[in-house]
């Protein structure tokens, strides 16, 4: 032992050479007729002093020398207790090391790995303590910046900037170098070829009033040249005039009740109620030969004591009863070269131009006729409001020559990508152009997604960590029928459905203070009521905007359906990508510049009593912690419960045809048992999140990817998307939608039209398919499907 000793004090004194390496192997010496013996041969590598190793080796030797076999069993034990010895105390000591790392703390905790649809494991995040929902809050709170929202919109809003000129070339370049700035994970621009329509400043349109030879009694002003309504059919128009109120459905309906028929006349309308394009194709629909729409003071204020309209100023609006590039109706416009020519369904065969208030009142003042209805008199001062066309009416010519030109246009985008689910989009976005000024179109709207950018980028720099990919977009052409947004949504129609959560619209977004809506698809409106529960009152001190705008007497006209002018109305009702469109109007007093030349920050901000950039806040409180949710929750917070009530709401106007369609041997019992099925799989697909393990990620990001798409299963998958774009059933436009069933029902005892059996029998039928197929995707996999269809 004590040669043991000295050997241990060795080599715990004595270091090796730098590039010395010590063997030692079992030696089993012995020559025939000697006793085999038991020992350890020691070789010194090279740069070690032979002398020593020799002394090394008579130590070891003098352990193991014959006869003393036990104390080398001994030895033994005693060499691997050390060993294990020292291997604990090594371990010990790592983690010990470990732990008081500060770079790896942020590995502490995070042990899951996230495991993508290949199967590939993600890093785990990096350093920080978990952030919780006040945190992102407060951050979001903390960094979000009321000056710069100031700043945007009056840059934006200076001048007017129509697609293709000069100053939107300025701004898509100013977009673009934000974005990039911002330092967002990457910026971009897609470029698109589209049809628009412009007027011809060599000639001119205009509006006369004719005497009965013909002969011009009056040229009518039609102020700017840039007020006008693109997409008209160009041509002209001669006729005696019509008043027609709105132009809705109801109104042409009423006129026929009351004799009076606008076939082959002109037809003058109010600005509200419905779209520009809906107008005229009620117009067209009643055989009218043109349209001419003015702002009736009784729906537009236009006192200049109380910030009115001025009485000669036409509001501008497109009138292609669509959204997109009409000449490529269902296809990108990437190049007009590759599609064979063509024309969208809704564009209008009949001329349509906007009037001042001055110039209706000259030509109203003049209808005879039977008196309009109590409830279609507006404001104009001096008019009687007959309907004519009496006689001998008062006779105009309207001359169209607009002209299609194709233009360039560019959506900007800028993302932040997400860190376990970057294939998922949340998509926000605002139009950029305007004929007018557009503070309210699109300087607000602007500045909103610009300021999010910042503000997000900023969070994601300090420690918020995105779960899915948030997409910031520029749309150019919005003014034309979100031209920007559907062709891009018609180039990447096949991966969208896959890809984009939800769609978010800033268009429009402030308008006054008084009122809040959201239009909106049914999936996000619980989360947009949760929001506004902690969302303080941009008027009322103490309050939270839920408070506010939740009336008691009208709690549901804060949430309305999704109107085909709205931006975000493409993505729900052709793409099938849940959207909402947010706006705070005034009570009973309608901004009276929107699509105006009147358009300006000054203007808009005056109306707020110099409130405007606190109300823009407001709005990106809103909108920022909608994100939020969508972005950072676990799974994605849509209601896919909630299409279960909106189908109760929409097919229960059908029970009152239930004789006339049993007489016909039809039922409705196939259709309610859609609905049914859909209402059960929902609830089934509840109960399963609740009882499911949320630490697995594999299994959330199947559920995710179920309530995804539940927008798109409402999608009719029989009908064209080139011939009817919006195929959603119950937010779309189209024979497919439960609407279009419900109006061919009122054949039967409205006699409008004639009750065409075969069509209605082939209606129903698809739309019960579309309704099971919903349920059935809902469900999960088909084994797990118990219908009996």
Not at 598 to 621: C, S
Request: aromatic share 8%.
């Amino acid at each position: 032992m004590a040669a043991l000793g000295h050997l241990l004090r060795r080599a715990g004194t004595e270091r090796p050479g730098r590039h010395s390496y010590t063997i030692y192997r079992n030696t089993v010496p012995g020559e025939l007729g000697q006793e085999a013996t038991v020992g350890l041969e020691l070789k010194a590598a090279a740069g070690e002093d032979e002398e020593e190793a020799e002394t090394l080796a008579g130590d070891m030797a003098a352990l193991v020398t014959p006869g003393r076999r036990d104390r080398t069993k001994t030895l033994t034990y005693v060499v691997l207790s050390a060993l294990l010895i020292f291997t604990v105390a090594f371990l010990l000591g790592y983690v010990a090391l470990r732990g008081s790392c500060p770079s790896c703390a942020g590995l502490q905790g995070n042990l899951l790995a996230v495991v993508s649809d290949e199967g590939a494991p993600e890093e785990p995040p990096g350093p920080g303590p978990p952030l919780y929902w006040a945190d992102l809050k407060e951050m979001f709170q903390k960094y979000l910046r009321e000056d710069s929202l100031e700043r945007t919109i009056r840059w934006v809003s200076e001048d007017p900037h129509p697609p293709g000129s000069p100053h939107m070339a300025v701004l898509a370049q100013r977009m673009l170098q934000s974005f990039t700035s911002y330092g967002l994970d990457r910026a971009w621009t897609d470029t698109h070829y589209v049809g628009l329509q412009r007027p011809d400043r060599l000639n001119p349109n205009f509006l006369h009033q004719l005497d009965l030879q013909g002969s011009i009694l009056e040229k009518l002003s039609l102020e700017d040249p840039e007020m006008y309504c693109p997409y008209s059919a160009p041509g002209n128009a001669t006729g005696v005039l019509v008043y027609a109120n709105y132009g809705r459905q109801e109104d042409f309906k009423a006129l026929g009740e009351l004799g009076v028929n606008p076939k082959g006349h002109l037809v003058i309308l109010r600005v509200g109620q419905i779209s520009y394009a809906e107008k005229v194709a009620n117009a067209e629909a009643a055989q009218a030969r043109g349209v001419l729409i003015y702002p009736d003071p009784g729906d537009i204020p236009q006192d200049s004591r109380k910030l009115g309209l001025a009485q000669d100023r036409a509001v501008y609006g497109h009138v292609h009863l669509g959204t997109g590039d009409p000449y490529t109706p269902g296809f990108p416009s990437f190049n007009h070269t590759q599609f064979p020519p063509g024309s969208s369904s809704g564009l209008p065969h009949i001329p349509a131009h906007p009037i001042s208030a001055s110039t209706a009142a000259r030509l109203l003042s003049k209808l005879s006729g039977l008196a309009a209805p109590r409830t279609w008199k507006g404001r104009l001062a001096g008019v009687p409001y007959r309907l004519g066309p009496g006689d001998p009416g008062v006779r105009v010519h309207l001359q169209v020559n607009n002209v299609k030109t194709s233009t360039m246009i560019s959506n900007i985008f800028g993302c932040l990508e997400g860190r376990f689910e970057p294939d998922h989009y949340v998509i926000v976005g605002a139009q950029r152009d305007a004929l007018g000024p557009g503070a309210a179109s699109s300087g607000v709207g602007t500045a909103l997604l610009l300021e999010l950018s910042r503000t997000f980028s900023t969070m994601v720099r300090n420690g918020f960590q995105l779960r899915r990919t948030l997409l910031f977009a520029s749309w150019d052409a919005g003014d034309f029928g979100s031209v920007g947004s559907t062709e891009w949504l018609e180039g990447y129609f096949t991966t969208l459905h896959l890809k984009a959560v939800a769609y978010i619209s800033l268009d429009n977004a402030v308008l006054g203070d008084d009122r809040f809506y959201a239009k909106t698809s049914p999936l996000l409106i619980s989360l947009i009521e949760s929001v506004l529960k902690q969302v303080d009152s941009p008027n009322r001190s103490g309050q939270s905007l839920y408070e506010q705008v939740m009336l008691p007497e009208r709690p549901s006209s804060v949430m309305q359906p999704l109107p085909m002018d709205s931006s975000a109305f493409p993505f729900t009702a052709s793409a099938g990508v849940p959207g909402v469109e947010f706006s705070f109007a005034e009570d009973g007093r309608p901004y009276p510049f929107l699509r105006t030349q009147d358009d300006t920050y000054e203007n808009l901000n005056a109306l707020l009593f110099g409130r405007l950039p606190a109300v823009a806040m407001a709005v990106a409180e809103v909108v920022g912690q909608l994100l939020i949710k969508l972005t950072h929750d676990q799974l994605v917070p849509l209601d896919f419960s909630s299409y279960g009530d909106a189908l109760v709401q929409q097919l229960t106007p059908l029970n009152q045809y239930k004789s006339e369609l049993k007489s016909r041997g039809l039922t409705l019992q196939w259709l309610y048992s859609a609905r049914g099925d859909y209402v059960r799989a929902a609830e089934k697909l509840r109960q399963e999140i609740i009882g499911s393990d949320d630490r697995n990620e594999r299994l959330n990001r199947m559920y995710n990817v179920r309530i995804m798409r539940v927008e798109f299963y409402f999608l009719s998958p029989y009908i064209s998307a080139t011939e009817t774009p919006f195929r959603h059933v119950l937010q779309g436009r189209g024979p497919q939608t439960v609407r279009a069933l419900l109006d061919h029902l009122g054949r039967l005892r409205e006699g409008l039209g004639v009750f065409d059996e075969a069509v209605f029998r082939r209606q129903l039928a698809l739309l019960t398919c579309t309704l099971q197929g919903a349920a059935n995707a809902l469900s999960g996999e088909v084994w797990d499907i118990d219908t009996n269809f």
